[in-house]
C-alpha cells in the first residue's frame, strides 16, 4: 500500500473515531439526571400544596410550582416492601412474590434477576447510582442494593421500628413483644456491611440529615455525568425522631417537625442540582410509599379525608402524593387529575431513555405524555388494588373503583394512640361496593345499584386480573407469578 495512501486512510479513521466519540459524549451529556425521593408513610395530605395545616414545606410546595402536582397517584400495595419493590420494578408486588413488610429474620428479598431503575439506566448509558436511605427489599448480602445496580449505598436495610424497643421507649421482652425481644440492632449500613448500630432515638434523629448530605456529596461528585439518585427516607414512619435543627419547629407537634426536615432534605437537593447546573436537566420526583399509620394518632399523618389509610386498600392507604420537575420536560404550575401510579417510574424512564423494556412482564405504562402535558393523554386507565396477600381487593378504571369483597383492617371508630405508642385497630368484612372518585374520594357511597353496567365491566377486569396473577381467595393459582430471591438460591 503507498505510504500516503495508508496515513490517508489513518487520518479519515482517526477522524470517524472522533467524532463518533464527540456524538457518545453529547448525548451522554443530554441524558437527564433522574432523582427519586420517597418518604415512608407521608399521607396524601401532609404536603402543603395538599392542605397540610400547622407546619410548612416551602421547598415541596416550589417545586410543584415549578413542576407538576398529581392528584390521583397511586401505590401498589399500603405496606414497605411491596410498595418499593413496585418502584423500582415498574410490577404489581404480588407479580415479584413480595408482600408485605420484610423483617430481620426475612430469608428473602428482591431476586437479583429483575431489573430495578438503578439497572435499567445502567443498560442506557455510563450512569452513577446510589441509594441514600430505607431500603426494605431484603437485608442479606444477594439482596442488597449494591447488588441491584446502586453503586453506592448508605441507610436501613428495613424499617426504623425493626428493632429491640417498643413503640413506648422501653425494651422488649418475651412478655411485651416477643418478636421485637428476638430481633439485633438496627443497622446503619455503608454498602453491604454494618458501620454503626442505631442504639436509640438520638442515633435515629441524624438519619434524614445522613441521606441528606450523602445525596449532596454525590451531586457535587457525579456532576459531569448522567446519574440516578434514590433517596428513600425512614420518616415519617414510626418510631419519629427528628435533628435538633427541627426539634419544637412545628405547631403540629413532632410529627410536623419531621416533615419539615424532609422539606429541608429537598430544599438541599434542589440547591446541589442549582448549584452545579444541573437543574434544567434533572427529573426530579417526590412521592410516599403509602398512606398514614393511622393508629399512631399525632405521630401519624393526614389522609386529607381519604377513607382508611396504611395497610388498606381504600385510597387513604394508596393514594399518595406526588411531585414531579423536569424544566426541560414539564411546564410549571401543571396540575395532573389522572390516574398514575409508581409502577409508572419505570416504564416512564425507559421511554425518556429510549431503552428498551426487560422480556419479563412490567405492569406499568409511560406516563411521559401527562408530564408533557399532552391533550387527551391517558396512558393509565385501568389499576389493581393488593394488600400482602395474592387477592385482589379492588378495582379501579377511571374515576371507577370497584372495591371486592374481603376481610381488612379499619382505623374507624378505634381510640388512636398517644406519644408514639400505637392505638387500637380493628378487622372487618367489606362487601362489593361501587364508588365514584370524582365525587365521592372518600369511598362512602355505594352506587352500585345506578351503574351495574359498571360493575360488569369492572368485574371482567377483575377476572382477567386473577387469570393473569391469580387470586388466593378465590383458590386461583397466578400463571405469571416469579419467585422473590431466597437466600437458599445464593
Known sequence: MPILLYYF???IF???????????????????NIVLIYADDLGYGDLGTYGALEFETPHLDQLAAEGMRFTNFEVTQAVCSASRASILTGCYANRLSMGGALNPHAKKGLHPDEETLAELVKRAADYSTAMYGKWHLGH????????????EYVGVPYS????????DMKLATEETHARKASYPELPLMAGDTVYKELQDLDDQAELTTIYT?????FIHKNKEKPFFLCVPHSMPHVPLAVSDKFKGKSAQGLYGDVIMEIDWSVGEIVKALEQNGLTENTLLIFTSDNGPWLNFGEHAGSTAGLREGKGTSFEGGVRVPCIMKW??????????????????????IAEILQVELPDKKIDGVSILPLMKGEAGAKPREVFYYYYQRNALEAVRRDHWKLVLPHT???YVAQEPGKGGVFGSIDHVQTEMALYDLRRDPGERYDVQSYYPEIVKELQKLATQAREDLGDELHNIEGPNIRAAGHI???
Open 160 to 167: 426504623n421500628d425493626m428493632w429491640k424497643w417498643n413503640y
Open 488 to 490: 437458599s438460591q445464593f
Open 9 to 11: 486512510l489513518i487520518s
Open 140 to 151: 442479606l448480602k444477594p439482596f442488597l442494593p449494591t447488588r441491584q445496580g446502586f453503586d
Open 14 to 32: 482517526c477522524v470517524c473515531s472522533l467524532h463518533a466519540h464527540a456524538q457518545k459524549k453529547r448525548s451522554t451529556q443530554d441524558l437527564p
Open 408 to 410: 381488612h383492617r379499619t
Open 327 to 348: 424544566p426541560r420536560q414539564i411546564k410549571a404550575g401543571q396540575v395532573c387529575n389522572k390516574l398514575a401510579a409508581t409502577i409508572d417510574f419505570f416504564p416512564t
Open 213 to 217: 448530605k450523602k445525596a449532596v456529596e
